[in-house]
């Protein structure tokens, strides 16, 4: 709905206090994450959610913790 607002973040284990990806806005309902967002982060198995942020100000989790994995390339483009 107009003027509803979607987050995600990602972190190693549910549990951890600190963030792999610290929370951000989706653009247009899409999760972008780029190559320097992972530089420093392990090939492995992350979680992440959306939360929901409605024009109302209330929030809520819309997709719950999932499996985000990260796995290595072969073929890498650019420089760090």
Do not use: Q, W
């Not at 989706?26 to 959306?50: N, Q, S, W």
């Not at 929030?59 to 796995?71: D, G, M, V, W």
Request: net charge negative; charged share 30%.
């Amino acid at each position: 709905r107009e003027g509803d607002r979607l987050f995600y973040s990602v972190k190693k284990k549910e549990t951890d206090e600190n963030y792999a990806i610290a929370p951000r806005e989706l653009d247009r309902d899409v999760m972008h994450i780029a190559p320097e967002d992972t530089y420093d982060l392990a090939f492995g198995d992350y979680v992440y959610d959306v939360h929901m942020v409605t024009a109302e100000g209330r929030s809520s989790t819309i997709i719950k913790p999932s499996i985000l994995t990260l796995e290595p390339a072969i073929t890498a483009y650019g420089d760090r």
